[in-house]
């Protein structure tokens, strides 16, 4: 059972237009939520994150906008260059009893293409 | 700095072979995550260390896998046998804790594992 999705394997973009990546969870214990980015050949690196009091997270081209009532999160990049084309993985992890989120869990991640 | 380093880049092995894959931390960090790649399931935990003690193995698939982490600059992840179905990238990521406040997780570049 899947607690992360990211229902599109892909999506592709103008350059400059925004992209809107989304992603779903199903695990009601689940308070911080986050995004990486990865190039091929190399490893995930942490793009932006959001915790569950908030709602948006602004840094600068990047917002993540949470709707927890519909367990729902979305990555916004404006405008959008083709650096930006890369896999995304959206994460997300349950605070525990020590205070700080250790485990995350990945959704399968959306290959976003940005033209020229 | 250097990042999380994991080598070698690459192994292409035997059914049957064992498998030895490995991790430096990033220094003074005091958390250590080995996750592995598919298409079939994304990027999923397998186990994490804290000040070199395995705290969560449950992603472990099974008996065959195995990780130490022997002090804190050095982690292996063993595959004893290995099978065609452990055909993945593996990863190793590390993050520093900070009370109260959910730590990055830092990857490395990955371990492109083939068995035939």
């Known amino acids: 059972d899947q607690q992360v999705k990211q229902n599109s394997p892909s999506l592709s973009v103008q350059e400059g237009r925004i992209s809107i990546l989304n992603c779903d969870y199903t695990?009601?214990?689940?308070?911080?939520f986050l995004w990486y980015k990865k190039y091929p050949a190399e490893g995930p690196t942490f793009l932006i994150s959001i915790s569950s009091i908030k709602d948006k997270n602004e840094d600068g081209r990047f917002t993540v906008f949470l709707n927890k009532s519909a367990k729902h999160l979305s990555l916004h990049i404006v405008p959008s260059q083709p650096g930006d084309s890369a896999v995304y993985f959206c994460a997300a992890s349950a605070q525990n009893s020590g205070g700080s989120n250790y485990k995350l869990t990945f959704g399968k991640g959306t290959l976003l293409t940005v033209n020229p | 700095d250097a990042g999380v380093i994991q080598s070698p880049r690459h192994e292409v092995t035997e059914m049957g072979q064992e498998v030895t894959l490995r991790c430096k931390p990033i220094s003074g960090h005091d958390y250590l995550f080995w996750y592995r790649q598919t298409m079939m399931r994304g990027l999923e935990l397998l186990i994490y260390f804290n000040n070199n003690v395995p705290i969560d193995d449950s992603g472990m698939p099974e008996d065959r896998f195995s990780a130490k982490m022997p002090n804190a600059s050095f982690s292996t992840l063993k595959i004893q046998p290995s099978e065609p179905r452990d055909s993945a990238v593996y990863f190793c990521a590390s993050s520093l804790r900070a009370s109260g406040v959910t730590d990055t997780q830092y990857f490395g570049p990955g371990t492109r594992l083939t068995v035939l």
């Open positions: 695990n009601s214990m689940f308070d911080y």
